[in-house]
């Protein structure tokens, strides 16, 4: 069973910083991306970063120079680095992890998709 773990969110206060770790184990299938959406309330959820097996990275425009995502060199864990957070940033942080899964002699695959249970990041005076 396939299992991810976020962790490191909280109270900070504007202009501080925080980092958030997401840690995914149980799967046998190939990696193919990890990243990180945020839902506030009222709002849906939305991507803040995402990092490949390759190790490219994509941001949301919001976020772009100052969330740093990164991960470990075995590929379960991933890092979201957040600096200079604003009010806006208060929100639930989800890590998604993606797997690719063969489904046939082919090789054809199917994407397999796996959701931590969230973690709070709270940004207020």
């Known amino acids: 069973q396939v299992q991810v773990v976020e962790s490191g969110g909280g109270l900070v206060q504007p202009g501080e910083s925080l980092r958030l770790s997401c840690s995914v184990s149980?799967?046998?299938?190939?990696?193919?991306?990890m990243g990180w959406y945020r839902q506030a309330p009222g709002q849906e959820r939305t991507l803040v970063a995402q990092?490949?097996?390759?190790?490219?990275?994509d941001y949301a425009d919001s976020v772009k120079g100052r969330f740093t995502i990164s991960r470990d060199s075995a590929k379960t864990t991933v890092y979201l680095q957040l600096n200079s957070l604003k009010p806006d940033d208060t929100a639930v942080y989800f890590c998604?992890?993606?797997?690719?899964?063969?489904?046939?002699?082919?090789?054809?695959?199917?994407?397999?998709?796996?959701w931590g249970k969230g973690t709070l990041v709270t940004v207020s005076s």
């Open positions: 990092i490949t097996a390759s190790g490219g990275t």
């Open positions: 998604n992890a993606q797997f690719l899964r063969v489904v046939n002699v082919e090789g054809a695959t199917r994407k397999m998709d796996y």
């Open positions: 149980g799967s046998s299938d190939r990696f193919h991306a």
